[in-house]
């Protein structure tokens, strides 16, 4: 394995690449940053496209265990502490960032066990309530996600680290709207959580084909969403509350339709 060196936190290559943490960067360029070993080894183990790495001399036993025996023809970087901070979002980097190619993404994933159940996002904004979201709905075995407008970006920082791994597992539909009425044709009903429900989730089939459409933190979801919803549905919450986090609220959905399938 051949590695370069870079040592200034100048240099051409880490100044193109610091800009990557600005979305509209990594949209021009179709690559994002991951930070961490155990990230970027699930990474690999996805088969998620690794463009190149730059991890500092302190961390070579680390590289080696998690990194060393995935690697074929990606481009290695030994790098100094200040040129990875540059990389890096986090107060103390853990010393190893790779830059990992948004296109050839997995269609499909080993892990989906649950192929008719997709996710559609509608305006949501937290990067927390997305990483989460996309953790249960590895979980649940969904078999992708769609992205709304609006929609908070899959491939920031916070929700790389909240998501633990579980994006490189879960198909993801960028430009959600236009598949949408592909799905839809194919005979996809559309379950939208509102408040003007008179369904609960438990009272509800949530088996077969299905579209869980998930809504912005505040607003909910769109009145255009909701006039194309097949099914309202609501969580029963005999606390009163009056409402959900977006991300609980999602999981209690995901795992009442695995209860179901069990059955």
């Not at 023809?73 to 100094?80: A, L, T």
């Not at 379950?191 to 429900?197: D, H, P, R």
């Not at 949530?206 to 505040?218: A, F, T």
Request: charged share 25%.
């Amino acid at each position: 394995m051949k590695t370069i060196k870079i040592e200034s936190k100048h240099n051409p290559r880490i100044k193109a690449l610091k800009k990557l943490k600005e979305k509209k960067h990594r949209m021009k360029e179709r690559v994002f940053l991951v930070e961490g070993f155990r990230l970027l080894e699930e990474a690999f183990r996805a088969k998620i496209p690794v463009e190149s790495l730059f991890y500092v001399a302190e961390k070579e036993t680390d590289f080696q265990r998690y990194i060393a025996p995935h690697l074929q023809e990606e481009e290695v970087f030994h790098v100094s502490q200040e040129v990875l901070k540059e990389l890096s979002d986090t107060v103390h980097p853990q010393g190893i960032v790779g830059v990992l190619s948004m296109d050839h993404w997995p269609q499909s994933s080993s892990a989906t066990k649950d192929p008719e159940l997709y996710l559609y996002l509608d305006g949501l904004q937290d990067p927390g309530n997305l990483g989460t979201i996309i953790r249960s709905a590895h979980a649940a075995g969904c078999g992708g996600i769609l992205f709304g407008k609006h929609t908070v970006d899959p491939y920031g920082e916070k929700v790389l680290r909240s998501a633990m791994g579980s994006l490189f597992h879960v198909p993801i539909y960028q430009d959600g709207d236009a598949h949408l009425p592909q799905f839809m044709a194919e005979g996809y009903p559309l379950a939208v959580t509102s408040l003007n429900a008179t369904q609960s989730i438990y009272e509800e089939d949530l088996r077969g084909k299905l579209i869980l459409v998930i809504g912005n933190e505040g607003k909910g979801v769109s009145k255009d969403m909701e006039e194309k919803a097949t099914t309202l549905l609501k969580i029963p919450m005999p606390g009163e509350a009056e409402s959900l986090n977006a991300a609980v609220a999602t999981s209690i959905i995901l795992f009442e339709r695995v209860r179901q399938k069990r059955l």
